[in-house]
């Protein structure tokens, strides 16, 4: 692919079970970053643009044009927030490519804060009657780390001040080294 976005562009992939705090943490990690900021939500294309087709196509569809609106985004100097499932199958091999391609800080973090979890946080949610908890034990996939890269692990006993303070250390830290370093085929960010 071809290099995207520049060294002052971050991108910040969210992604987990449904409920576990995706979108809430990237609805207030926004305001904490640069004002010409992004926010690329799975659900928008799955279940707004892409309604009504096919499941499996529509997840591949979804997975192209995130991609695809996340590489524009970075080239016209946003930074970018990515917030969804992203489930291995369809998304380990855009991510791991935008990840090599984006000439800025990429930092990708992984909700993992168990089913039970997911379910009380889900009844919450503006969404809580789109689909059931029997559903959502359908789509449950825990932790399923991606391979090229060491994703920071969230859990469930993590505010959301926390999380937000660690994605906004993480994000500092990695403005400060060389780009090139965070590269390599683990990146140097590990679960803290």
């Known amino acids: ?10 991108l910040v992939v969210l992604r987990g079970d449904s409920g576990s ?18 926010v690329i939500h799975q659900d928008h294309f799955r279940r707004t643009l ?5 499941k ?26 990515l917030d969804g499932v992203f489930n291995l199958r369809d ?13 800025g800080v990429t930092r990708i973090y992984q909700f993992d804060v168990g089913f039970e979890e997911t379910v009380r946080r889900h009844e919450t949610r503006e969404l809580r009657n789109a689909f ?18 060491e994703e920071g692990r969230i859990g469930p006993e993590e505010t959301l001040p926390e999380i937000l303070a660690r994605i906004v250390a993480d994000l500092r830290e990695g403005s400060s080294s060389a780009v090139a370093d965070s590269r390599r085929p683990k990146d140097r960010f590990a679960d803290s």
């Not at 892409?50 to 096919?54: F, P, T, Y």
């Not at 524009?72 to 930074?79: A, E, F, K, M, V």
């Open 132 to 149: 059931t908890p029997e559903e959502m034990r359908a789509w449950h996939d825990g932790w399923q780390p991606l391979e090229f890269v």
């Open 56 to 81: 499996n196509s529509r997840s591949a569809d979804a997975a192209a044009l995130i991609d695809t609106v996340a590489r524009q985004s970075l080239d016209l100097g946003y930074d970018v927030i």
């Open 50 to 54: 892409l309604a009504g087709g096919e």
């Open 1 to 10: 692919m071809t290099a995207v976005g520049s060294v002052d562009t971050r």
């Open 21 to 38: 705090g995706k979108t809430t943490t990237a609805t207030a990690l926004r305001p904490l970053l640069r004002a010409k900021t992004a």
């Open 91 to 103: 998304y380990a091999g855009r991510l791991e490519q935008l990840w090599r391609d984006h000439r």
